[in-house]
């Protein structure tokens, strides 16, 4: 993903900063404890989207 669009993309719940999951190509809102899913080098900004995370993975 390239770093200038993760340096201006925020949680669309909550507005803070994400945190990008290489691995599981997905990025991070810590705050909200919710991974966004990132399809074909797109980002899926939809908190209905959005995964839970557990404690163990925040």
Not at 30 to 41: E, T
């Amino acid at each position: 993903m390239d770093k200038r669009l993760l340096d201006i993309l925020v949680c669309p719940l909550c507005k803070s900063q994400l945190h990008l999951d290489t691995d599981k190509h997905e990025l991070i809102c810590k705050a909200d404890r919710l991974a966004y899913p990132i399809r074909d080098d797109v980002p899926v900004m939809l908190v209905e989207e959005a995964r839970s995370l557990s404690a163990e993975e925040v």
